[in-house]
């Protein structure tokens, strides 16, 4: 039922859905919720909105919500529901007890994109200053870590180079691996405007996406390739561009580094990158490769945006770094309208990664191993801190089944659902002799949980969320916790019940700290939030209202670096016993695991993940629209019902990953991207069969 009523006060706060964040006004009764209207005032909404957005309060007061601690000394007894004191001081216990028999490096903690920075700032401050080590990650591990690690690289800062409104200057957009139309609805939309005015699209993607039926636009080109071969696809598109002679020689001239570039241009010249020479690989046609390379070189503004279909590959990091490579050939940086742009899939997986939520690095990207980052921080905390990266979440799941890793604290995160090899992941969880887990709701992991802390909504705390642009938006507190507490005060509680003192009255005394030690963000504060609506990093001297286009000047490296991306298969891709390609993503109406959606409105559009086939894969298998099929896969099985549906090419299929019971994560493997461990979720080689039931 959506709520009615006229409204007696509204705040303005940030949606905590997807990347785009939206700001809007909730509008209230008292404490309850009447209505979610977009904010004309929001920097990246401009008065829009999604469907997602405006049912979000139905989440919150969800009767599902946990709103009393929970202990139990095993997993196989039942829950007891305690007090916060009881259950802080249980959990603290237990954390000590663990290092105290196994070593300090026994446990860890993983934060969430969902959380906002200040909370994901003090868990991994928690984790280094009170469990003193440095094995904290968060769910960025899994969706855009090639991001941080391909962006830095080769432009030396880990985000996206433009706003979303510069797209509205660009003449060419090409999109890979993304589908904005159901994943970032409203930058969609200002995508679709912009192409309605006469902007050229390059879609790189196995599936046709809605934005290829653009009403009203021209046409647009597509490169419907194999899942699993992008840079391969990425290189060949380079290729073309510096066999004819397309690139921006100023450009590279002036800002890259003269002797990686050499080494890149001898490379990509390479014939084996020609797209005749690649066809085979991908699958898609050579002419059709030319077109869209002299497309997007001979624009004077072309602007890339891609998704987690460029990062969730084994060689997710190598492409990342061969969009980079071709907006640097092109001299598509610096300047509105271009750039390279990662649509974030969660509300802060900007933020979560820029507040120091990896094994290596420190808030701002800064390094554990720079002896100056760790005095700073150090002085600032008053411990010291571990020179070395601690573990990444799947070094945790092997490290505790292996016995070797026996504690972890989860704060808004899903791992047992969301996580690749399920299998894996719960045979990890059940190792572990203290699982302590803060969420809004009992979810998969929840089940081998020993510690059940309930979480605060976004409508229940103060903070902020940075999207997918660097847009640092403020979250503000509409109702008071359901459970009593906000998120941050819990983990203040845990650290102090440690030994590990922390103080904070409010949120804005942990941005405080978190611009004294972080340059980037050096500027921001709460009231200058207030006063500016919205900022942009890096907000510093040089940039005291933010910088809305990035690598204008120069890079915060000096030169931009040319990477070498060598395309190397997939594991997947030679996988004879399974012939079909499984790949991922989402819908409209739900978001992520469904943990919220599920509990919305939005559920009636979407009740179901299936699996989409290719008439000509159904009709060799005998299958029929509505039938149930059986999915196998190195990992695992699972079952769902098939749509047959031609959006894919023959030997691909597609399901979404929004409910538990479908399990795609039962199928997915253990393949990951070389460098940061992102899981290859976008190409599972698999098997499909018609079965009688699920
Ligand atoms: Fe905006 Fe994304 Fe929320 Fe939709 S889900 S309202 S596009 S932030």
């Not at 990444?392 to 070797?404: L, Q």
């Not at 559009?605 to 005998?622: F, I, N, S, T, Y």
């Amino acid at each position: 039922v959506i709520e009615q009523g006229q409204p007696e006060h509204s705040v303005v706060t940030t949606c905590a859905y997807c990347g785009v964040g939206c700001s809007f006004k909730a509008e209230m009764q008292g404490d309850r919720v009447v209505r979610m209207v977009p904010y004309k005032g929001g920097d990246a909404n401009h008065g829009h909105s999604c469907v997602k957005g405006r049912f979000a309060f139905g989440y919150a007061t969800h009767p599902d919500r946990l709103k009393t601690p929970m202990i139990r000394e095993s997993i196989d007894q039942p829950w007891r529901e305690v007090g916060w004191e009881e259950a802080i001081a249980f959990a603290a216990q237990r954390l000590k007890a663990i290092q105290a028999k196994y070593g300090r490096e026994s446990i860890g903690g993983i934060t969430s994109s969902r959380c906002t920075n200040e909370e994901t700032y003090l868990v991994q401050k928690l984790v280094r200053a009170a469990f003193r080590n440095n094995n904290t990650d968060t769910c960025a591990r899994v969706c855009h870590s090639p991001t941080g690690y391909g962006l830095k690289t080769t432009l030396g800062e880990s985000a996206g180079t433009q706003t979303f409104d510069s797209v509205m200057q660009a003449d060419v957009i090409v999109v890979i691996g993304a589908n904005p139309t159901d994943a970032h609805p409203v930058f969609a939309s200002q995508m679709r405007r912009r192409l309605r005015q006469g902007a050229e699209l390059i879609v790189v993607d196995p599936r046709r996406i809605d934005l290829l039926k653009t009403p009203h636009h021209r046409g647009a080109q597509h490169l419907a390739l194999r899942p699993g071969t992008n840079v391969a696809m990425i290189n060949a598109l380079a290729h073309v561009v510096m066999s004819e002679g397309l690139e921006d020689r100023e450009f590279i001239a002036k800002r890259c580094d003269a002797a990686g570039y050499q080494a890149w241009r001898e490379f990509i010249l390479d014939p084996r990158h020609a797209p005749e020479n690649v066809e085979a690989i991908t699958g898609v046609p050579a002419e059709q490769v030319r077109r869209a390379a002299r497309t997007y070189a001979q624009a004077p503004n072309g602007a890339i945006y891609y998704g987690l279909g460029v990062t969730e590959h084994s060689q997710g990091s190598s492409m990342v770094m061969g969009i980079a490579n071709l907006a640097m050939a092109t001299g598509n940086i610096g300047r509105e309208g271009v750039g390279v742009n990662p649509l974030r899939g969660q509300n802060n997986v900007q933020g979560s990664c820029d507040m120091g939520s990896f094994p290596h690095e420190l808030p701002g990207y800064q390094h554990v191993g720079n002896p100056a980052v760790r005095e700073r921080f150090e002085a600032a905390w008053g411990v010291p801190i571990d020179d070395e990266p601690g573990l990444r979440i799947p070094n945790m799941f092997d490290a505790a089944v292996a016995g070797e890793f026996k504690a972890l604290y989860v704060q808004g995160e899903d791992i047992a659902q969301s996580d690749p090899n399920t299998q894996h992941v719960e045979q990890a969880l059940r190792s572990l002799e203290c699982l302590i887990v803060q969420d809004i709701f009992l979810n998969e992991t929840a089940k081998f949980a020993h510690v059940l802390l309930p979480g605060s909504s976004f409508l229940e705390k103060d903070g902020t969320f940075t999207n997918a642009e660097r847009r640092i938006n403020r979250v503000r507190k509409v109702m008071p916790p359901l459970a009593g507490k906000q998120d941050w005060e819990v983990t203040v509680d845990l650290a102090n019940a440690l030994g590990y003192p922390m103080h904070y009255d409010h949120p804005s005394q942990i941005m405080d700290e978190i611009a004294g030690l972080t340059p980037s963000f050096t500027g921001v504060s709460y009231a200058r939030l207030d006063e500016l609506g919205s900022i942009q990093w890096p907000c510093n001297e040089a940039y005291p209202k933010g910088m809305p286009t990035m690598h204008v000047e120069d890079f915060p490296i000096g030169l931009g670096q040319f990477a070498i991306t060598d395309y190397v298969a997939s594991d997947e891709l030679s996988n004879r016993r399974f012939p079909l390609l499984l790949t991922t993503g989402r819908i409209l109406s739900q978001y992520n695991v469904g943990a919220q959606t599920r509990r919305t409105h939005n559920q009636a559009w979407h009740d179901e993940d299936v699996l989409e086939l290719h008439p000509a894969d159904a009709e060799l298998r005998g299958v029929r629209d509505g039938d149930w099929v059986g999915i196998t896969s190195r990992a695992g099985q699972t079952v769902l019902r098939a749509r047959i549906s031609d959006r894919m090419p023959p030997g691909v299929v597609y399901t979404t990953f929004h409910h538990p019971g479908s399990g795609a994560n039962v199928i997915t493997t253990d393949s990951s991207d070389w460098a940061t461990n992102c899981p290859e979720y976008k190409v599972t080689a698999v098997q499909v069969e018609k079965v009688s039931q699920p």
